[in-house]
T-cell receptor, first 112, second 112 residues
């Protein structure tokens, strides 16, 4: 049974810092991995999707890496801003049918 | 225009009642999902439809019945509501079964 763990559970940083969020999964036989952000009272927004054959994806100040063999992914946020404050979730797709298994999330607060 | 819209946003009801949540996407996607986020913020998939065909049906009580009248709509009907059904229910869609997910803003269901 796939289990997804995110560390840390919460993180508070001053504006401008670079930061790393971690995601680990127990079963390395995944199809892809997605990083999402969730704002309070809102739905999730997909940030980056990494296919199992890829090592990383970049979008603006965000960079996600995937090491399938070790069951790990990181989300790197450069030059953090208060607007980055949200809960960040990672999710792995276990098969072609699209079933995602989510981690519990990291609550990020960027202080101005 | 909201890409994935679900109604109602809030639903407060008594135990034993039957209720429905509606979802519509205007992205032209083939696949739609229902996810449940419990009080601990864990997101778990409930159902997935691809081109109106049910492809994922997790261990969800029979009281929950999804219906997809067409590719753009996926509704969730819940019979005989129980206290434990209280959660936020999210609808989502994607172009294929392993593409980026687009989420609705959620329906907060409270069963009293």
């Amino acid at each position: 049974k796939q289990e997804v763990t995110q560390i840390p559970a919460a993180l508070s940083v001053p504006e401008g810092e670079n930061l790393v969020l971690n995601c680990s999964f127990t079963d390395s036989a995944i199809y892809n991995l997605q990083w999402f952000r969730q704002d309070p009272g809102k739905g999730l927004t997909s940030l980056l999707l990494i296919q199992s054959s890829q090592r990383e994806q970049t979008s603006g100040r965000l960079n996600a890496s995937l090491d399938k063999s070790s069951g790990r992914s990181t989300l790197y946020i450069a030059a953090s801003q208060p607007g980055d404050s949200a809960t960040y979730l990672c999710a792995v797709a276990m098969n072609m049918r699209g079933k995602l298994v989510f981690g519990a999330g990291t609550i990020l607060r960027v202080k101005s | 225009d909201t890409a994935v819209s679900q109604t109602p946003k809030y639903l407060v009801t008594q135990m034993g009642n039957d209720k429905s949540i509606k979802c519509e996407q205007n992205l032209g996607h083939d696949t739609m999902y229902w996810y449940k986020q419990d009080s601990k913020k864990f997101l778990k998939i409930m159902f997935s439809y691809n081109n109106k065909e049910l492809i994922i049906n997790e261990t969800v009580p029979n009281r929950f019945s999804p219906k997809s009248p067409d590719k753009a709509h996926l509704n969730l009907h819940i019979n005989s509501l129980e206290l434990g059904d209280s959660a936020v229910y999210f609808c989502a869609s994607s172009q294929g079964t392993n593409e980026k997910l687009f989420f609705g803003s959620g329906t907060q269901l409270s069963v009293l």
